[in-house]
């Protein structure tokens, strides 16, 4: 009776360890997307000219002359990005390190766009409008801040 036992416990034992563990995935195997990688799975949704003009009528509630006026505004402000866009280009590369000329170019374009929307807008829409950009750009930080914890 001793020996079936004994028997039975060997096979027992046999067949349970011979059945397929699951492989657990190493944190070296799991592959996590680097620089080039990122840029090109999250590719934005680039804004154009006439759906910001809409977006900011809508919550700004401009009138008809107001939202063509902000609708060109924001048309010169993007041919004026997409001239600097090669000057961008080459200090990502590294060829040009003229940093605070570039900074200060696009500090000097940012503050005309200020200037030239303070005076289309009326002094409520002025605010509320400021308002709304620091809002975007608090959340941009927080999104920028969310995508590193993830990677």
Same mark, same amino acid.
Do not use: C
């Given at each position: 009776?001793?020996?079936?036992?004994?028997?039975?416990?060997?096979?027992?034992?046999?067949?349970?360890?011979?059945?397929?563990?699951?492989?657990?995935?190493?944190?070296?195997?799991?592959?996590?997307?680097?620089?080039?990688?990122?840029?090109?799975?999250?590719?934005?949704?680039?804004?154009?000219?006439?759906?910001?003009?809409?977006?900011?009528?809508?919550?700004?509630?401009?009138?008809?002359?107001?939202?063509?006026?902000?609708?060109?505004?924001?048309?010169?402000?993007?041919?004026?990005?997409?001239?600097?866009?090669?000057?961008?280009?080459?200090?990502?590369?590294?060829?040009?390190?003229?940093?605070?000329?570039? #900074?200060?170019?696009?500090? #000097?374009?940012?503050?005309?766009?200020?200037?030239?929307?303070?005076?289309?807008?009326?002094?409520?829409?002025?605010?509320?409008?400021?308002?709304?950009?620091?809002?975007?750009?608090?959340?941009?930080?927080?999104?920028?801040?969310?995508?590193?914890?993830?990677?």
């Amino acid at each position: 009776m001793k020996k079936i036992v004994m028997g039975l416990l060997l096979l027992a034992a046999i067949g349970s360890y011979a059945q397929e563990k699951p492989v657990k995935q190493s944190v070296k195997s799991v592959e996590r997307p680097i620089g080039d990688k990122i840029k090109n799975e999250k590719k934005l949704h680039k804004v154009t000219p006439d759906e910001q003009a809409k977006q900011i009528a809508k919550e700004l509630n401009l009138n008809d002359i107001q939202q063509a006026k902000v609708k060109v505004l924001y048309e010169e402000q993007e041919k004026n990005r997409a001239a600097l866009a090669p000057e961008l280009k080459k200090m990502e590369k590294g060829e040009q390190h003229d940093h605070a000329a570039m #900074e200060k170019k696009m500090k #000097e374009e940012n503050t005309a766009f200020d200037t030239k929307m303070k005076n289309i807008l009326s002094k409520e829409q002025y605010v509320k409008w400021q308002e709304s950009l620091k809002k975007n750009h608090s959340n941009m930080g927080l999104k920028k801040i969310e995508t590193i914890k993830k990677s």
